[in-house]
């Protein structure tokens, strides 16, 4: 079975998004990030991707989706409220929303994903819980040089306390750090 990782671009001092819910400071280096060696190693281990409704709600339109996400694999959308049009999918890229809870999500996320990880990518709500719940077996976090002051923080939870961290690499990659972390489940 693959392994799940989950990771976001954060800023340096700590947000997501600004106060404005917008991100768009954080993808200063979209073409050498989507050019680089990890970020092909990263699409071509993942199987499936995990989102919250958030996350999803990011794009414009949610039919662009089939034609120019990173990830083209079945995408899991955590949510209370699935849109009422289902977005165009194709051959490789679909959309199954999630009513029952993350752990739900998951699960169908890992058999979709059959021998490939699921890659979950935000927001930091899903990500959280999914880290309480003890089900992420990498954590990463895309250091962006950028300060926005204030905003909506990684993963801001006092539940979060306690998950045991332990390095696992350190890419440098366009104007990002991308430092992992492997979960210690146990013991
Ligand atoms: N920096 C980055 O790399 C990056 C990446 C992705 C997103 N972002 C930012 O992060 C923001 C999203 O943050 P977020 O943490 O609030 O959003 P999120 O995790 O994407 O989505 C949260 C939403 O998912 C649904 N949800 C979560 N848990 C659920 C559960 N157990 N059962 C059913 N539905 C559930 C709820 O939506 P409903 O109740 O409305 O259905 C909830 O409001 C975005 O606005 C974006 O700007 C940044």
Redesign the pocket.
């Known amino acids: 079975m693959g392994q799940v990782h989950a990771g ?3 800023s340096i001092d700590g947000f ?2 600004d106060t404005r ?3 768009g400071a ?1 993808s200063v280096d979209s073409e050498a990030l989507f050019s680089s060696a990890q970020f092909a190693e990263t699409k071509a281990r993942t199987g499936a991707v995990v ?8 794009a414009d339109d949610p039919d662009a989706f089939a034609d120019i996400y990173e990830f083209q694999v079945p995408l899991f959308v ?4 699935p849109p009422e049009r289902h977005p165009r999918e194709n051959d490789a890229l679909t959309f199954t929303f ?5 752990e739900a999500a998951l699960a169908q996320a890992r058999a979709a994903a059959g021998e490939h990880d699921v890659t979950v ?7 959280g ?1 999914l880290l309480q719940s003890g089900l992420v077996d990498v954590l990463e976090m ?1 250091l962006v040089p950028v300060l926005l002051g204030a905003g ?1 923080r990684f993963l801001d939870s006092p539940a979060l306390a306690g998950v045991r961290l332990e390095r696992e690499f350190v890419h440098e990659i366009g104007r990002r750090t991308t430092l992992g972390f492997r979960v210690v489940h146990g013991g």
Request: aromatic share 2%; net charge negative; proline share 3%.
């Open positions: 976001m671009a954060v997501v998004e819910g917008n991100a954080l989102m919250g409704r958030r996350t999803f709600d990011m955590v949510t209370h409220r999630v009513t029952d809870g993350v990518v935000g927001g930091p709500d899903v990500i819980q895309d909506t």
